[in-house]
């Protein structure tokens, strides 16, 4: 047995700074084509699969829903936005102490005459160099939220500025 998971779901998008009220049709960037087996053929199972897929769809466009490009004022929630921030942390935390390690190590490799002179040296090396690549990690990864979150997310026709 197999079941079509959904993958598509309809919202309202409100802006917060305009008030423009829209519907929008959100695309899960993440989802499979393919339906999806359901062990033993049980009904039920097949039923709470359906039922978890749709709760974690609805959540998932609720946050990018958040962070959408008003298409009357051009704006962006701000405090979404920001809170966005927080998960772009992730594939710096992922990747932070491998950077940190290898710099102490290369560090510690190339002057080996400093670390007599500076323990502290490939240290001061590892923080820098995270203190360099950790914004522009960030950052992409911000960036790649938004861009997704407005490549998931059409706004269907007929949804027009209202006054409010
Ligand atoms: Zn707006």
């Given at each position: 047995m197999h079941i079509n998971l959904p993958s598509k779901l309809r919202c309202d998008y409100l802006c917060?700074?305009?008030?423009?009220?829209?519907?929008?049709?959100?695309?899960?960037?993440?989802?499979?084509?393919?339906?999806?087996p359901i062990p033993g053929n049980s009904r039920l199972l097949a039923e709470q699969a359906f039922r978890a897929a749709e709760v974690a769809l609805e959540k998932?466009?609720?946050?990018s829903l958040g962070l959408l490009r008003c298409p009357s004022c051009q704006n962006r929630?701000?405090?979404?936005?920001?809170?966005?921030?927080?998960?772009?942390?992730?594939?710096?935390v992922a990747i932070a102490p491998v950077l940190f390690m290898f710099c102490v190590i290369a560090t510690a490799f190339a002057?080996?005459?400093?670390?007599?002179?500076?323990?502290?040296?490939?240290?001061?090396?590892g923080a820098a160099a995270?203190?360099?690549i950790g914004p522009v990690v960030v950052g992409l990864a911000h960036r790649r939220l938004l861009r997704e979150a407005d490549s998931a997310a059409r706004f269907l026709?007929?949804?027009?500025?209202?006054p409010t």
């Amino acid at each position: 047995m197999h079941i079509n998971l959904p993958s598509k779901l309809r919202c309202d998008y409100l802006c917060s700074t305009c008030g423009y009220r829209g519907s929008v049709e959100y695309n899960d960037p993440d989802a499979i084509a393919e339906p999806e087996p359901i062990p033993g053929n049980s009904r039920l199972l097949a039923e709470q699969a359906f039922r978890a897929a749709e709760v974690a769809l609805e959540k998932k466009a609720q946050r990018s829903l958040g962070l959408l490009r008003c298409p009357s004022c051009q704006n962006r929630d701000r405090k979404l936005t920001r809170r966005a921030y927080r998960r772009a942390l992730l594939p710096l935390v992922a990747i932070a102490p491998v950077l940190f390690m290898f710099c102490v190590i290369a560090t510690a490799f190339a002057a080996p005459g400093l670390i007599a002179r500076a323990p502290w040296a490939p240290v001061l090396v590892g923080a820098a160099a995270l203190l360099t690549i950790g914004p522009v990690v960030v950052g992409l990864a911000h960036r790649r939220l938004l861009r997704e979150a407005d490549s998931a997310a059409r706004f269907l026709p007929g949804s027009g500025p209202q006054p409010t």
